[in-house]
């Protein structure tokens, strides 16, 4: 198991990387989203140059909010056309893997074609990030893109599609956490894994591992069963570092004592 961290987009990603290797983190999650981060902004060269120099590698993450299934065709374009822009950076960047979210911002749409419309658009991002060495995972989000059945539904329809769990994600907008059973109908996808903490209801708090509600012996018993064995991304953001490193022991203790 390798455990990683998120660069904060208001931060210098320079910075954020040496912070990391400095931690002992084994790879940066690379989130190209503005203020400081977003893909026509960042110095490539320079992120190339430090990434070499701390000898960690990356994975790549394109900005949660991308309308890819919108209704008015010129913002689902240039959704695209901003997902690509990140593709071609961590190209550059010689990153292997990069997510995407799905988008359920479709009113006055019945489900179906929110669905389709993902599905079009997901196909077209998987055929631009190959060209570009890429592989494209899937990030399953509050509401609808939390059900197992649609997740399964994309990811039959996309077989060079990966799963991407988002732990946290999974404990929003439902009564139980659905990580059990988001791995129960998609573990045989599963390439990667975002771990934060939150109190249920809406809000994706990013909150260290322990401050909010979720289980998470339960969680990394879980993971283990499945003999998920790869990439842990720990996406806390907090002022003070010691929160995010904190996460990063217990994380690792449950891990070793599983």
């Known amino acids: 198991m390798l455990l990683g961290a998120m660069n904060h987009p208001q931060r210098d990603v320079c910075a954020e990387i040496a912070a990391f290797r400095a931690h002992g983190f084994d790879y940066i999650d ?149 990580t059990d059973d988001l791995l129960a109908a998609c573990s045989h996808r599963l390439v990667h894994v975002h771990v934060s903490d939150n109190r249920g209801g809406e809000a994706d708090l990013h909150l260290p591992l322990g401050a909010g509600l979720i289980d998470w012996r339960q969680i990394v018993n879980s993971l283990r069963r499945i003999g998920y064995d790869g990439t842990v991304t720990l996406e806390v953001f907090t002022s003070d570092r010691d929160y995010l490193l904190m996460s990063r022991d217990k994380f690792r203790r449950l891990w070793e004592s599983a």
């Open 30 to 178: 690379l989130t190209l989203e503005p203020p400081c981060a977003r893909a026509a902004i960042v110095d490539v060269a320079a992120v190339r140059q430090t990434l070499r120099d701390a000898d960690l590698p990356a994975v790549g993450h394109t900005p949660w909010y991308l309308p890819i299934a919108s209704a008015i065709e010129e913002l689902r374009a240039a959704a695209l056309r901003e997902a690509i822009a990140c593709f071609d950076v961590f190209a550059r960047l010689g990153v292997e893997r990069v997510n995407v979210h799905p988008d359920r911002r479709v009113p006055m749409h019945d489900w179906e074609v929110i669905l389709r419309r993902n599905l079009e658009s997901l196909g077209y991002l998987i055929d631009e990030a190959s060209r570009r060495g890429l592989q494209l995972m899937l990030e399953n989000i509050p509401g609808e893109f939390n059900r197992s059945a649609d997740l399964r539904r994309i990811l039959d329809a996309l077989p060079e599609l990966g799963f991407h769990l988002d732990v946290a994600h999974a404990h929003l907008l439902t009564p139980t956490n659905l």
